[in-house]
């Protein structure tokens, strides 16, 4: 197993450094120029050079691209255009709003998941099943933006129980993470139902029933562990959606996070910004992934013997 997991671990380094050179390669070729957007409307020649030399654009891209990769291993993304501060201290002020988030989001969505799912599964074309199918298919096909700005209408300009933008408290976090949480939780919901259909009709737990073993032990202890095993995986794909949806969610209620910075930055053609939340989006992405490959080798027997 741990040949496996080195081998996943490089693999992983190398899909990183790709990331690195594709991002940024697409900042030149599709971000435009910086310093149009940072000098006045009618700057002359002179003045956007100068702006140029101050954000280094004016040098070579491979020099441009070699004081990028170099600081990387230090934690020096580069200096942000905008804000003139370190990038890496600009998306660090921003990370605990953000994780506040999509921990909040993801803890909803797996309690909804597990509820409907394992009650769907117990009683297949029930009332409850057939409403955790009907809430899936809703979550999974009315867009993140629509579902946000919906809730605002209704639960804050309406009834006023919830702040519409910013972050005050607790209370700012409940509609973003609904909106977040609803874009999530079909994918485990159905992932769940199915496997635990599955594993209900084995023959460890037909046994179980014969030696007269309570229901609610032998759907928790029994089934549930086994059948949770598929649903870690979705988990790593839920972090996909997470971060795309926590993007969303903090642009409609102006949420103090790192979405509403990529987008502020992506306005303004910061550069280093730009590039800086994007590959570490794409590392957390890439390694809570293996992290998650491997847990499930630990839980999972097979898995280690096919590793």
């Given at each position: 197993?741990?040949?496996?997991?080195?081998?996943?671990?490089?693999?992983?380094?190398?899909?990183?450094?790709?990331?690195?050179?594709?991002?940024?390669?697409?900042?030149?070729?599709?971000?435009?120029?910086?310093?149009?957007?940072?000098?006045?409307?009618?700057?002359?020649?002179?003045?956007?050079?100068s702006y140029r030399e101050q954000f280094g654009t004016d040098r070579p891209l491979t020099a441009q691209l070699w004081d990028?990769?170099?600081?990387?291993?230090?934690?020096?993304?580069?200096?942000?255009?905008?804000?003139?501060?370190?990038?890496?201290?600009?998306?660090?002020?921003?990370?605990?709003?953000?994780?506040?988030?999509?921990?909040?989001?993801?803890?909803?969505?797996?309690?909804?998941?597990?509820?409907?799912?394992?009650?769907?599964?117990?009683?297949?074309?029930?009332?409850?099943?057939?409403?955790?199918?009907?809430?899936?298919?809703?979550?999974?096909?009315?867009?993140?933006?629509?579902?946000?700005?919906?809730?605002?209408?209704?639960?804050?300009?309406?009834?006023?129980?919830?702040?519409?933008?910013?972050?005050?408290?607790?209370?700012?976090?409940?509609?973003?993470?609904?909106?977040?949480?609803?874009?999530?939780?079909?994918?485990?919901?159905?992932?769940?139902?199915?496997?635990?259909?599955?594993?209900?009709?084995?023959?460890?737990?037909?046994?179980?029933?014969?030696?007269?073993?309570?229901?609610?032990?032998?759907?928790?202890?029994?089934?549930?562990?086994?059948?949770?095993?598929?649903?870690?995986?979705?988990?790593?794909?839920?972090?996909?959606?997470?971060?795309?949806?926590?993007?969303?969610?903090?642009?409609?209620?102006?949420?103090?996070?790192?979405?509403?910075?990529?987008?502020?930055?992506?306005?303004?053609?910061?550069y280093p910004l730009i590039q800086a939340i994007t590959i570490l989006t794409a590392m957390v992405f890439v390694f809570v992934n293996l992290g998650i490959d491997?847990?499930?080798?630990?839980?999972?027997?097979?898995?280690?013997?096919?590793?």
């Amino acid at each position: 197993m741990r040949k496996v997991i080195l081998r996943r671990l490089l693999q992983n380094i190398v899909l990183v450094v790709v990331i690195v050179l594709v991002v940024f390669i697409l900042m030149r070729l599709t971000a435009g120029d910086p310093a149009r957007m940072k000098a006045p409307v009618f700057a002359s020649d002179e003045i956007l050079q100068s702006y140029r030399e101050q954000f280094g654009t004016d040098r070579p891209l491979t020099a441009q691209l070699w004081d990028f990769v170099s600081g990387i291993p230090r934690g020096d993304f580069g200096t942000s255009f905008r804000y003139q501060q370190p990038v890496f201290e600009l998306i660090w002020q921003r990370v605990p709003e953000t994780a506040l988030l999509a921990f909040t989001s993801l803890t909803l969505a797996l309690l909804v998941a597990i509820v409907l799912g394992v009650a769907g599964a117990r009683r297949p074309g029930s009332a409850i099943d057939r409403f955790g199918i009907a809430a899936s298919t809703l979550g999974q096909s009315a867009p993140t933006f629509w579902v946000a700005l919906m809730l605002v209408l209704i639960f804050s300009v309406h009834f006023r129980w919830f702040p519409a933008v910013g972050f005050t408290g607790w209370k700012s976090l409940v509609l973003p993470s609904i909106a977040v949480a609803l874009a999530v939780f079909p994918a485990d919901l159905r992932v769940l139902r199915s496997s635990m259909i599955d594993t209900f009709h084995q023959e460890h737990i037909r046994t179980a029933r014969a030696f007269g073993i309570s229901n609610r032990r032998i759907t928790w202890l029994y089934a549930f562990r086994n059948a949770a095993l598929p649903l870690i995986t979705v988990v790593g794909i839920d972090l996909g959606y997470l971060l795309g949806g926590t993007i969303v969610a903090e642009v409609v209620f102006n949420y103090p996070g790192v979405g509403q910075l990529a987008i502020d930055s992506v306005n303004a053609r910061d550069y280093p910004l730009i590039q800086a939340i994007t590959i570490l989006t794409a590392m957390v992405f890439v390694f809570v992934n293996l992290g998650i490959d491997v847990l499930y080798m630990v839980l999972d027997p097979r898995i280690r013997i096919e590793a």
